[in-house]
């Protein structure tokens, strides 16, 4: 497995496999990688004859009050968790060489960044994007593979890349959870052992409201069973919860599927978030 820092090396490699005739396949991550990640690397290798994946804490993504300097950064054990499932190469560039000190192009997918995490996370979706964009720029891969827990970042993605044509597939994979139904994600690192026993109640609030969905709720009553739930749970600061249209985003007031319930959570420094996809 090749481990590159430099972006043109990184384009010289993949443009080189494309023209042996081989397909690239493409993970983005910011690294810590837990098994959420792994199982879209190893999709990703099924479906392609190159994989490469990136590990970049994009500072651009972060509020100026978030967790930027205290992301948690693995990149030795990221590599050999990486190299030990075949991936090809790992793309992990320094912050310097991504942005340059007078950056001034910006990438913004308008609506669909303007709801849910957006509303809390001003100027978020614009670092996805932008940083997204210019992966996609160096690794020109034929897939790219994003995991269904961050739904609003992956309809974003999917907004961007069919408005600017890049001739991507988009590959959406389930979200992967613990034993106990927590979405697994790097930031369950900050969970207390207190805060981790109590975490899976967030999805099961969801799931209890995706249930109540099926059997003919609307969507605000989908809400106020998580609401309701949550508020039950001591320690849960409950940030929002919305039933959307899995496309637009917008609200869904009326009853059943398809539909998407999403949430964002506080648990001591940990915000979790997580979905639950009720399709038709």
Not at 60 to 81: H, I, V
Not at 96 to 105: F, I, K, L, P
Not at 185 to 210: D, G, Q, T, V
Not at 228 to 249: C, D, K, M, S, W
């Amino acid at each position: 497995m090749l481990v590159e820092t430099d972006a043109h090396e990184v384009a010289r490699i993949a443009r080189a496999e494309a023209m042996k005739g081989r397909s690239v396949g493409f993970v983005p991550t910011m690294g810590a990688l837990h098994e959420g990640h792994l199982s879209l690397v190893r999709r990703c290798r099924a479906e392609n004859d190159f994989t490469v994946v990136s590990i970049f804490v994009n500072p651009t993504q972060f509020g100026p009050t978030e967790d930027l300097e205290s992301y948690p950064r693995t990149l030795d054990a990221d590599c050999a968790a990486l190299e030990a499932i075949g991936c090809d190469l790992v793309f992990a560039p320094r912050t310097e060489d991504m942005y340059d000190s007078d950056h001034s192009t910006w990438v913004v997918v308008e609506g669909l960044t303007e709801v849910l995490c957006g509303r809390f996370r001003p100027g978020h979706f614009r670092g996805v994007t932008t940083v997204v964009a210019k992966l996609f720029n160096i690794v020109r891969p034929d897939r790219a593979y994003f995991g269904q827990k961050d739904y609003q970042q992956l309809k974003v993605i999917e907004r961007m890349v069919r408005d600017l044509n890049f001739g991507i597939e988009i590959v959406a994979c389930p979200t992967v959870r613990e034993a106990d139904g927590l979405a697994m994600s790097s930031r369950n690192k900050y969970l207390s052992a207190e805060e981790r026993a109590i975490a899976p109640a967030l999805y099961a609030a969801l799931a209890k409201a995706a249930e109540a969905v099926r059997g003919g709720a609307s969507g605000r009553q989908a809400e106020e069973i998580v609401r309701r739930e949550l508020a039950a749970v001591p320690g849960f600061e409950l940030q929002y919860v919305e039933a959307v249209h899995p496309e637009t985003l917008e609200r869904v007031e009326e009853a059943g599927p398809p539909m998407v319930i999403a949430a964002a959570a506080f648990l001591g420094r940990a915000r979790l978030i997580d979905n639950v996809i009720i399709e038709s």
